[in-house]
C-alpha cells in the first residue's frame, strides 16, 4: 500500500503562483505512474496533469497546457505541481494519485489515492 500526502494548497490571486507537492510513503513510488487530478463543487473530477515513473514523460489537461508544469524527485519521493498564472477557475481540490500501468489520463487506472488538498484563486 502506498500513502499519497499531498501539500501546498491555499488561497491565492489570479495570476499568480503556487506550488503543489505529493509526498509517497515508499520507495515503491518510483515504479510508478502519478497524477494530479482536481474536483470543483458540482463538477466531475478533472484530468490536471501526469507523469510516467522516469519522469521522461508528461501529460497535461487542455486548459493546463504552458501553465502548469509537473516533475517529480524519485529519490524524495515527491512529485510536484507547479501552477502559474492561475484563474479563479483553477480552485479546486486538487488529489495525486499513483498506479502501476494503464492511461495516465484515466483517473480510474489508478491504484492509490491521496486525501486531497485544496486550491482556491481569487480575483
Known amino acids: 500500500q502506498v500513502v499519497l500526502v499531498e501539500s501546498g494548497g491555499g488561497l491565492v490571486q489570479a495570476g499568480g503562483s503556487l506550488s503543489l507537492s505529493c509526498t509517497a510513503s515508499?520507495?515503491?513510488?518510483?515504479?510508478?505512474?502519478v497524477g494530479w487530478f482536481r474536483q470543483a463543487p458540482g463538477k466531475e473530477r478533472q484530468f490536471v496533469a501526469a507523469i510516467n515513473s522516469r519522469g521522461g514523460w508528461t501529460a497535461y489537461g487542455d486548459s493546463m497546457m504552458r501553465r502548469f508544469t509537473i516533475s517529480r524527485n524519485n529519490a524524495k519521493y515527491t512529485v510536484s505541481l507547479q501552477m502559474n498564472s492561475v484563474r479563479p477557475e483553477d480552485t479546486a481540490l486538487y488529489s495525486c494519485?499513483?498506479?502501476?500501468?494503464?492511461?495516465?489520463?484515466?483517473?480510474?487506472?489508478?491504484?492509490?489515492w491521496g486525501q486531497g488538498t485544496q486550491v482556491a484563486v481569487s480575483s
Open positions: 515508499q520507495r515503491t513510488f518510483r515504479t510508478l505512474g
Open positions: 494519485a499513483a498506479e502501476y500501468s494503464g492511461n495516465l489520463r484515466e483517473a480510474h487506472d489508478y491504484d492509490f
